[in-house]
Each structure stands twice: as structure tokens, then as C-alpha cells.
């Protein structure tokens, strides 16, 4: 089967990009691909980081890509179509994970040959900063495309809700197993300049509103100083706010700051030191964070939203609190310590493990290809 991925891919950075590098290379074992990516992904105005593009520090698995689709210009819309018309494709694979990119992908989808299959994999179906015209463009992609994989219960009941006659599967986001092996917990401690004596909490990933640092710098405020809560990420948009809670709190001396790009050659020392990843979410379908947890058995606290009460089963490989009140948060984050949950919970995520494997996701993606 030939078949063309279209999303973010080498040289871009980021999650997604990881996810289609795993994805490109399972699928290529059993059939001929093509990953087609950007050439401008957004505008430098629109992009609220530092670079899009992997550095020299990023130490990541190089994939050949095609760099043809310009997502603010129409006329690459239709050059891309046609290139990916002429490698003729059994199926084209897109990715959807915020409208921005309905335009672009959803006028090439539509432009394929009527032999080519066209599928979806959609993270998020509405945006967790939503507009008023982000519906029409999400059915405009949609319509578009003759299937659609989805990773969590929540974007399955988004998009019947939009189209009640979609074709869909739902399977597992899986593990990202790229970041090597988990690493001693005290010499992970020693490489992030951490007191190993702590109870580490972490914060992984983008910091974005929905991703609820604020009540998470609320919650530690809430927790005696044996807690020391590491914050690994980018900011999007203004660090300002989170200061002023760390200020009025006077919450430095519990805090570790690395807000930056964390390079998938650190990744392994954060989630080996830490005792429990947070998540206090304000929204969530899914979450590629949880699958970097689970690869390092990880256990998350995390409050129940979206996506991500399907993932974490509380007291079996997590802890979930239906409140995003600091103080109740802080005290199961207090009866997590205090009964010493953490080795059971990372057992129970051991033998998950084996259910997220991308052989698994690829192969079930192929059946699914095969039936439409």
C-alpha cells in the first residue's frame, strides 16, 4: 500500500512531529511512505514560541520529508495536491489538531483522486481557545475525508456530534519510547539539580492556559516544603501571571524553572525523577505527556477532564480529582505520598505498556484503511 502522510514532520519540533516520525516508520516496515510536510507551518506573528524548527541542541530522529505545503498560501495548496496526486496514493493520512489547518489540508483532501482513501487523525476537535469561526472551518475538514481516527472517548463524541455518520476508530495514543532508557532516580535528580530528598512533582510540556499552571502553583502554595514542583516547558504567550502567583506566594524555594524546549535527549532525566507528573487541566481530549509518563511508568495526578480520566484510572496507575480546587488537589497529592502509591501505580503502567505500542496502533490502522 502507498500511502502519504500530510502533518507536521521533520524539520518541525514538537509532539506532533514526534507522533508522524514513530507513526512513519511503523507504517513503512509493511508499505511504501511518503510524508509530506511544511513548508511554512504558521506565520512567525501566529507562532507564540521561540522556533518551530528543531536546533542543533535537539537531538531527534531525522526523517525525510517533503516540504511543499505553505499553509497561508493557496496556490501551494493545490501545487501540493497535485504532487501527491502524481505519487497516486492508496490513501492520504492528515492530521487535525486545530482549525488553522482546515484551509490547507481540507482543500487538499478534497482535490485527491477518487481512488485515494482520505483519513484523518484528529487530536482535538475543538479547539481549547475556540473562535466563532472555528466550527465552519472544522466541518469544511471533515466533510473532506472519508474516515477518521481519534484518540480519546471525548473527540469521538465531538465528531459524531458534527457528523453522526463519520466512520471512526478510536485507539490509544501510543507511547513515545524515543527518549531512552529511564535513567536512577538520584543521579536524574543530580543531572537536573534537583534534592533527590523532595517529593518531586512535574509539569511537563507547553505551557498553555488550559494546561492550568496557575492552579497547580496555587495547589503547591497549599503544600509543605518536602514538595518541590519542576516546571519543563516552552511558554506560550506571557509567563507574567504564573510570576505573580510565585511572588505572592513566595513559592521560589519549591520551584525548579527550566522554561524552555526540553530536547528529547533530556527528557529521560524529568520523568526519572519525578514521583508524579501533574496534569491540572482546565480542558483535554488527549494528551501526548501522558504518553511520555507511561513509557518512564511515571504515575500522573491530574484532574478529571476530557481525555484524560480515560487515560488515568484513579488509585489503579493514577490518582484523578474531579475538582480544580487547589486545596483538594494538594491533599491527594499529600494521600499519594502517604500511602505510597507510587510503586503500584508504575507496575500497573508496566503492563499497560504492552496495549500502546505502535505496531499495535498501525496495525489496527491498516484494518481500518482495508474496511472503508
Known amino acids: ?187 536524574a535528580c543530580k543531572k537536573l539539580q534537583i534534592n533527590p530528598e523532595k517529593k518531586i512533582l512535574l509539569f511537563f510540556g507547553l505551557i498553555r492556559d488550559y494546561k492550568g499552571l496557575d492552579i497547580l502553583l496555587k495547589t503547591l502554595a497549599k503544600l509543605d516544603d518536602s514538595y518541590h514542583l519542576v516546571v519543563a516547558g516552552e511558554v506560550y504567550g506571557s509567563f507574567e501571571n504564573y510570576q505573580k502567583i510565585i511572588d505572592s506566594e513566595n513559592l521560589k524555594s519549591k520551584l525548579t524553572l527550566h522554561l524552555h524546549y526540553i530536547s528529547d535527549q533530556d527528557v529521560a532525566a524529568y520523568f526519572s525523577a519525578a514521583d508524579a507528573l501533574m496534569m491540572t487541566y482546565k480542558s483535554a481530549t488527549q494528551s501526548g505527556i501522558s504518553a511520555i509518563a507511561l513509557n518512564f511508568e511515571c504515575p500522573s495526578i491530574a484532574t478529571s477532564v476530557g481525555g484524560l480520566k480515560e487515560i488515568i484510572k484513579d488509585q489503579v496507575n493514577g490518582r484523578l480529582s474531579a475538582s480544580q480546587e487547589p486545596v483538594e488537589i494538594a491533599e491527594i497529592i499529600r494521600n499519594y505520598f502517604s500511602n505510597n502509591q507510587k510503586e503500584g501505580f508504575s507496575k500497573a503502567l508496566l503492563e499497560e505498556k504492552l496495549v500502546f505500542s505502535w505496531k499495535y496502533f498501525s496495525e489496527k490502522l491498516r484494518s481500518f484503511i482495508d474496511a472503508l
Open 1 to 187: 500500500m502507498k500511502i502519504v502522510l500530510l502533518s507536521a514532520a521533520y524539520p518541525y519540533r514538537g509532539g506532533i512531529s514526534q507522533f508522524n516520525t514513530k507513526l512513519h516508520q511503523e507504517l513503512s516496515k509493511e508499505n511504501e511512505v511518503v510524508s509530506v510536510t511544511f513548508k511554512r507551518q504558521y506565520p512567525a506573528i501566529l507562532f507564540p514560541g521561540k522556533t518551530q524548527l528543531v536546533t542543533e541542541k535537539d537531538q531527534v530522529e531525522v526523517l525525510k520529508t517533503e516540504r511543499w505545503l505553505d499553509t497561508i498560501n493557496p496556490i501551494s495548496y493545490r501545487k501540493t495536491a497535485a504532487k501527491i496526486n502524481q505519487l497516486k496514493p492508496d490513501v492520504l493520512i492528515t492530521r487535525y489538531w486545530m482549525p488553522f489547518f482546515s484551509p490547507s489540508m481540507g482543500y487538499i483532501a478534497k482535490k485527491m483522486n477518487s481512488k485515494t482513501k482520505r483519513i484523518a487523525i484528529v487530536d482535538n476537535l475543538i479547539p481549547h481557545e475556540s473562535r466563532f469561526f472555528d466550527k465552519k472551518l472544522t466541518a469544511y475538514f471533515v466533510r473532506n475525508h472519508d474516515g477518521f481516527i481519534v484518540m480519546s472517548k471525548q473527540v469521538q463524541s465531538d465528531l459524531l456530534l458534527l457528523k453522526p455518520d463519520a466512520k471512526v476508530l478510536l485507539l490509544n495514543h501510543p507511547i513515545y519510547d524515543q527518549f531512552g532508557e529511564k535513567l536512577d532516580r538520584i543521579d
